[in-house]
């Protein structure tokens, strides 16, 4: 089955799409990160997550990017191409594409070609592929012709097959159609010339490929609404002869044969195709989902401001223009099998009988671990949690099936209905299992997030904190409610991971900090008195303050613990009304942890903590915000918490003040980037004095 989710607009800022879109979106070297080239000048860097740009690059005024930026995940490096000929290569840490790295080529490129595992490939628009490398080495090198006259690129892929590089290119000429597919682990181009069928009059709108062992799956929608396939060898036959390929019908009708935006067409998977069009002659843009398998629309959602009929999609995200916005629509697509084309009877049953779960594996009858036949099986695998336990452990280390997905989901939803019929039944090493396999959500399994809060399993909240994307920013809150009032001796019992929690043992910190009190840490020392008044109404000696606040005020797995809440995601306004029903001297424990850790951030000069997933430095002041946000009138009142709200103060007085000494810095390097490089001095000494202020 598949599924499309709640759209959602990457950034409200208008891009400069041209009559025909953007130029490209491409992946970075972070999964969650992308970039984005509109048809103007400019390359914006976006995070997904956070729906929001991290950076932005343009060329001058007068230039224009003929070719979408790619990222070398070998360097993580940016590459773009301006004006058909000009190579920039830039980092994050650049601001200026005019000043970042330049080189000229010697003939046009068509695009350039980046996937994991292997260096960029740059496509010539005469069908002439170099690698990066090999370019960069002597970019005026000769470029040869490989297409014919007045044959252009229409689309291309980059594929990693059998760990080797094969790059298929589509070309157009007098309306014949042909495919160019370049094996790089052999250098053998082959052409094949691309049949149409009965309709030799229509015109392919979109391609789009995928990969097995032995064939590269072309698929073409074409002007008249349907969508056929044409398999193309990985080795072929005979690579020096022009061979013939024909194509056949996959899908027909799927879009109006007059859509007027254009279409488009990508494969999610071996199974699944997304199309961007209009179903009917008259009806708005669509965005469907096909089953290629089964021939079957699996769902589709409606567009009312149009589209530029382009669509790209990374992981599990589609990326397209809906009106003059860039829109993210997460999608859902699990492995065909004839259960999920066919769906599931529901059988009624009679009052007061216990519904049991049926784990059917449609395509291997014999079973698979929990590919139970009937009833009586099921019945036997749930004597005992630990009879669940072993047959779970079995399943799991098995290769994935092609339902395993679907299997999965439906054994952790009939554990949950047990757990809910029967208090006494909590299988949570299996639970825990089930989590790890990194298939599950919220959104899949509610009830699991509830049942633990119920039970008060910590462990089990911990890792859903962690592998879980779109948790509600209530059960949030309940967790955090949970972690904060557990009491040490439970918590000694649990096991929880500790791989976000450093060493907190830190005595030769704890005498240096007592024996030299003044000494300033990232700008930052918890004994800067600037309001002597708070100092005289606390009757104690800075010494102690800074060993108590040097010291942490939770245990190591409740730290563990209120990490997991650091990391996880939220929306501030739906997150504060839940804050403010946690109690104040919870909340007051929380903000001295969370002052505990900036204490030991400020220790070094990358203002980060030690281990293999601390919190950072913003996770650790957006929540101390969050917190005296929702509950400053009700902690100001507690007077134990009167010495950490003086010390919050002091650490926001220091934070004014290095960012502003930052600032200043900035400023001072912007002006030094402006002073004239190219000056004359040769054979001239001089002393040139910059002041900094």
């Known amino acids: 089955m598949a599924a499309l989710e709640e759209e959602f607009t990457l950034s409200s800022v208008v891009l400069s799409a041209g009559p025909e879109g953007l130029l490209g979106v491409e992946q970075s ?8 080239t509109d048809s103007g000048r400019t390359v914006i860097l976006y995070k997904v997550s956070d729906q929001k740009p991290l950076g932005s690059w343009s060329v001058k005024q007068g230039q224009i990017i003929t070719c979408p930026a790619v990222c070398n995940f070998q360097t993580r490096e940016y590459i773009v191409v301006h004006d058909n000929k000009v190579l920039r290569i830039w980092n994050n840490e650049d601001v200026n594409l005019d000043k970042v790295f330049k080189a000229t080529l010697s003939a046009e490129v068509y695009r350039i070609l980046s996937v994991q595992g292997t260096e960029p490939l740059v496509l010539f628009k005469e069908g002439a592929v170099r690698g990066l490398e090999a370019l960069l080495a002597d970019p005026q090198q000769k470029i040869e012709t490989v297409i014919s006259d007045e044959e252009v690129i229409k689309w291309t892929k980059f594929f990693i097959v059998f760990r080797h590089p094969v790059l298929i290119f589509i070309t157009e000429k007098h309306g014949n159609y042909f495919a160019y597919v370049q094996m790089f682990n052999s250098r053998i181009l082959t052409k094949y010339t691309l049949l149409l069928g009965q309709d030799e009059n229509s015109v392919i709108e979109s391609f789009t490929a995928s990969v097995d062992r032995k064939f590269i799956s072309l698929m073409s929608l074409s002007s008249d609404g349907c969508i056929y396939e044409t398999l193309i060898p990985i080795r072929p036959t005979d690579p020096e002869k022009n061979q013939t390929l024909v194509r056949s019908l996959l899908l027909k009708a799927v879009v109006s044969g007059n859509t007027r935006n254009g279409v488009a067409l990508t494969a999610l998977n071996q199974d699944h195709i997304a199309v961007l069009g209009s179903p009917q002659a008259a009806s708005k843009e669509c965005l469907s989902v096909w089953n290629i398998k089964f021939q079957t629309l699996q769902t589709s959602k409606e567009l009312p401001q149009g589209t530029s009929g382009q669509l790209w999609y990374y992981g599990e995200n589609l990326f397209m223009l809906h009106g003059k916005s860039l829109t993210v629509i997460p999608y859902k697509c699990e492995v065909s099998s004839l259960a999920g084309a066919l769906g599931k009877l529901k059988h009624g049953q009679d009052p007061g009988t216990h519904v049991m779960p049926r784990f059917v594996n449609w395509e291997t009858p014999q079973g698979c671990g929990l590919g139970f036949q009937n009833s009586e099986q099921s019945r036997r695998i749930e004597d005992s949690e630990k009879h669940i336990e072993v047959e779970v452990r079995k399943f799991l280390a098995l290769k994935q099936t092609p339902d395993f997905h679907t299997v999965i989901g439906d054994t952790v939803t009939g554990l949950l209905e047990r757990c809910k019929a029967e208090p006494s039944f909590y299988p949570r090493n299996c639970l825990v299992q089930l989590i790890q396999t990194h298939v599950l959500s919220y959104s899949l399994c509610p009830d699991l997030m509830e049942i633990a809060l119920i039970k008060k399993d910590v462990q089990l909240l911990q890792l859903c904190l962690q592998q879980f994307p779109d948790i509600p920013e209530s059960v949030t809150c309940a967790c955090l409610k949970i972690f904060l009032s557990i009491g040490d001796d439970s918590l000694q019992e649990t096991d929880v991971s500790m791989e976000s929690v450093f060493d907190y043992s830190n005595s030769v910190h704890d005498e240096k900090m007592e024996e030299q009190t003044e000494i300033l840490q990232n700008g930052f020392s918890p004994e800067e008195d600037k309001c002597s008044n708070c100092d005289q109404e606390l009757n104690k000696k800075p010494q102690d303050e800074t060993k108590e606040s040097t010291s942490c005020p939770v245990v190591p797995k409740r730290a563990a613990l209120l990490n997991a809440i650091l990391h996880s995601a939220y929306s501030e306004t739906f997150l504060l009304p839940h804050l403010k029903d946690i109690p104040a001297q919870h909340i007051t424990l929380f903000l ?30 957006d929540w101390i915000c969050l917190l005296l946000d929702a509950n400053f009138t009700v902690v100001v009142m507690m007077p134990e918490a009167k010495r950490l709200l003086i010390n919050l103060y002091k650490l926001v007085k220091s934070q004014i003040s290095v960012y502003s000494e930052l600032n ?28 900094l202020f």
């Open 29 to 36: 070297d972070k999964t969650d990160q992308f970039l984005v």
């Open 592 to 621: 001295k942890y969370l002052y505990f850790l900036y204490l030991k951030c400020s220790e070094n000069a990358t203002m980060t903590l030690p281990g293999i997933n601390p919190p950072t430095l913003n996770q650790i002041m």
């Open 664 to 691: 200043k810095i900035e400023v001072s390097f912007r002006e030094l980037q402006k002073l004239n490089q190219e000056k004359n001095n040769r054979g001239l000494y001089s002393i040139e004095v910059l002041e």
